[in-house]
């Protein structure tokens, strides 16, 4: 089955130890490697997906899932030209779409998986409160099967300090509500990527955080 090659890893590693301009146009070749690597294993995924999860179907491209390498240092301290990492958002508008989607970052020290919605616009983030308001037990069996059949939790550190407007302190789902985004995650090791059964293991991943993914749409209305 299909996972990633130990080279994109290693040239991930190099270009974390040479980021300049001038380096990595001597690798071009190594980076057009790791990124058909990556991009093959995207496309895999999207596949696989397509299988349990209505929102995704095998129309979606590659391509227009993963994030760019190059980075914009127009308004960061850090100068460095490119990212030492690949990424790719997955879902029906690839990485752009503001709604929930899959996510995974590739990264010789940092790998992992998410799913949900990071950092909604204001009238989802007011829709997913509203549901949690009204439909609050359900998200709380959620979260605990995620802790329970996946051994995953929700992230909560992205949250307000004191409650929404609208909600009291005392709310049941107060700490839910005060959440700025909604994404499960698994961190994943560089052997986890590279075994020959990463896309099963992956896949098997997302569909424990696939309640998680629905309960959002159906928050928002998003067919």
């Not at 029906?92 to 799913?115: Q, T, V």
Request: aromatic residues 12%; proline residues 4%.
């Amino acid at each position: 089955m299909a996972h990633i090659n130990q080279n994109t890893f290693t040239f991930l590693k190099d270009l974390q130890n040479n980021n300049t301009r001038e380096w990595f146009a001597e690798e071009k070749e190594r980076y057009e490697a790791a990124l058909a690597d990556v991009r093959l294993f995207v496309a895999d995924l999207i596949i696989e997906l397509s299988k349990f999860d209505p929102h995704i179907t095998t129309d979606i491209q590659a391509n227009k899932c993963l994030f760019r390498i190059y980075r914009d240092t127009r308004f960061s301290k850090d100068k460095t030209p490119y990212k030492n990492w690949f990424g790719a958002g997955i879902s029906k508008d690839g990485r752009k779409l503001d709604g929930p989607e899959y996510y995974i970052h590739i990264s010789p020290e940092n790998s992992f998986i998410a799913c949900g919605y990071w950092r909604p616009e204001k009238k989802h983030l007011d829709a997913i409160r509203q549901e949690i308001d009204y439909n609050g037990d359900k998200f709380n069996r959620i979260v605990a099967e995620l802790k329970e059949v996946g051994g995953l939790e929700l992230e909560t550190e992205d949250k307000l300090k004191r409650p929404p407007a609208g909600y009291d302190a005392d709310h049941a789902a107060i700490e839910f509500l005060k959440l700025k985004s909604f994404v499960a995650h698994k961190a994943l090791s560089n052997t986890d990527l590279t075994d020959k059964k990463a896309l099963d293991n992956i896949i098997a991943c997302y569909k424990t955080m696939l309640p998680l993914k629905q309960y959002l749409h159906e928050a928002i209305d998003n067919d």
